[in-house]
């Protein structure tokens, strides 16, 4: 009996090992991105650039962020693209191409103020949802205001009026929001 009683103990102590090893481990979440530079580049058609830009080196807290906003003409046509950095790194992470590979999971959102403009998505995900990497932007009559971009990941992007850029609806979470200062004159 005594034998039995010493080759138990280590029988049970190692099933209960492997009980305790086979659980079901918790989901791996996507870790929300750091994202400390944003340039936002319109062009017009005469091909002239303004770049509206936050940096923001350190991330969240720390030094304070540089954002430059810029001038706009009036009635115009811009096409528009969006790129993110992580420039905590060296080299920096281009967070434009992560968000293009995840695109059903990530949505920009452009928002205004009192400023004359509008947007409208030139991308698309493989369910024919917009991104918002790339937007044309129409201005009106001179106004001065805010253009904020917000990216979201995991919106819901089949929610009433997201793919209009309405982001009332679409949940998910906030990776930055950014407001540029913008005069159309």
Same mark, same amino acid.
């Given at each position: 009996? /005594?034998?039995?009683?010493?080759? !138990?103990?280590?029988? $049970?102590?190692? !099933?209960?090992?492997?009980?305790?090893?086979?659980?079901?481990?918790?989901?791996? =979440?996507?870790?929300?991105?750091?994202?400390?530079?944003?340039?936002?580049?319109?062009?017009?058609?005469?091909?002239? *650039?303004?770049? #509206?830009?936050?940096? *923001?080196?350190?991330?969240?807290?720390?030094? /304070?962020?540089?954002?430059?906003?810029?001038?706009?003409?009036?009635?115009?046509?811009?096409?528009?693209?969006?790129?993110?950095? /992580?420039?905590?790194?060296?080299? @920096? =992470?281009?967070?434009?191409?992560?968000?293009?590979?995840?695109?059903?999971?990530?949505?920009?959102?452009?928002?205004? *103020?009192?400023?004359?403009?509008?947007?409208?998505?030139?991308?698309?995900?493989?369910?024919?949802?917009?991104?918002?990497?790339?937007? !044309?932007? !129409?201005?009106?009559?001179?106004?001065?205001?805010?253009?904020?971009?917000? #990216?979201?990941? =995991?919106?819901?992007?089949? @929610?009433?009026? $997201?793919?209009?850029? *309405?982001?009332?609806? @679409?949940?998910?979470?906030?990776?930055? =929001?950014?407001?540029?200062?913008?005069?159309?004159?």
């Amino acid at each position: 009996m /005594n034998r039995l009683k010493y080759f !138990m103990i280590p029988l $049970v102590s190692c !099933m209960l090992l492997l009980t305790v090893g086979c659980e079901d481990d918790p989901p791996i =979440e996507n870790p929300e991105e750091l994202i400390t530079t944003v340039n936002f580049t319109l062009t017009n058609s005469s091909g002239g *650039d303004i770049i #509206l830009s936050f940096s *923001d080196p350190d991330g969240d807290g720390g030094m /304070n962020p540089v954002i430059a906003g810029g001038s706009l003409s009036p009635n115009t046509s811009y096409s528009a693209s969006i790129e993110l950095l /992580n420039e905590s790194v060296t080299p @920096a =992470e281009d967070i434009t191409a992560e968000v293009l590979l995840e695109a059903e999971e990530h949505q920009v959102f452009y928002l205004t *103020d009192s400023l004359n403009v509008s947007f409208s998505y030139t991308d698309s995900d493989i369910d024919l949802n917009p991104i918002g990497i790339s937007t !044309m932007v !129409m201005t009106g009559d001179s106004s001065s205001g805010n253009i904020t971009v917000i #990216l979201r990941h =995991e919106p819901d992007k089949f @929610a009433t009026g $997201v793919s209009d850029g *309405d982001i009332s609806n @679409a949940g998910g979470e906030t990776d930055i =929001e950014v407001s540029f200062p913008v005069t159309i004159q």
